[in-house]
């Protein structure tokens, strides 16, 4: 690979990562498997208390 193709890449892959920590709003927050079946859980003792009312 030639030096000046090289440096372009390079400059294209920063460019690439700046704008991707730009729009990381369009990605929804990681919520693990654990956190997952909690608010599961959550979610059933509430309507079944609603239910039971």
């Not at 959550?42 to 039971?52: F, I, M, P, W």
């Amino acid at each position: 690979m030639n030096r000046r193709k090289k440096g372009i890449q390079i400059l294209k892959a920063r460019a690439k990562k700046s704008n991707a920590k730009l729009s990381t709003q369009s990605k929804p927050k990681y919520i693990s498997k654990a956190d997952r079946t909690r608010l599961a859980a959550q979610a059933s003792d509430n309507a079944t208390l609603v239910s039971e009312e």
